[in-house]
């Protein structure tokens, strides 16, 4: 037994919300997370990406720092580039459009952000 009532040797997460509640419910028992809308050194899962720490590891790929790269790539392939539209689901929090705001801005790039959800909500 492992304290937290169950017998497990690792937990495996596939949702923002499945590994928010894991890593709520345990900080010894190894998290394996496959994420896609959350930044996981915001979140406070890990430390960094080089030393994580803690007992949560896995798949995060909304890291605001993605953004930069992909304006630079933008840029690069669309020499002139002055204006962007973002579609932006507000569900997963705002985290990545910060970032897009903030490298667009540096790069002195217009943005027009058109907000989608999905529907019925």
């Known amino acids: 037994m492992n304290g937290s009532g169950l017998d497990v040797d690792v937990i495996f997460a596939s949702s923002a919300s499945a590994v928010r509640a894991a890593h709520s419910a345990t ?10 809308t959350t930044d996981a050194i915001a979140e ?18 909304d890291a605001p720092g993605f953004s930069g790269k992909w304006f630079e790539l933008l840029t690069t392939l669309v020499p002139g580039l002055a204006h962007i539209s973002v579609l932006w689901d ?3 929090g705002d985290t990545h459009l910060r970032a897009v705001r903030s490298v ?8 027009q952000v058109l907000e989608v959800r999905t529907p019925g909500k």
Do not use: H, K
Request: no cysteine.
């Open 90 to 92: 507000p569900g997963p």
């Open 27 to 36: 900080r010894t028992i190894p998290i394996v997370a496959v994420d896609y």
């Open 44 to 61: 406070g899962y890990v430390e960094n990406y080089a030393r994580p720490g803690g007992n949560v590891t896995g798949v995060f790929l």
């Open 104 to 111: 667009a801005q540096s790069l002195d790039i217009e943005l």
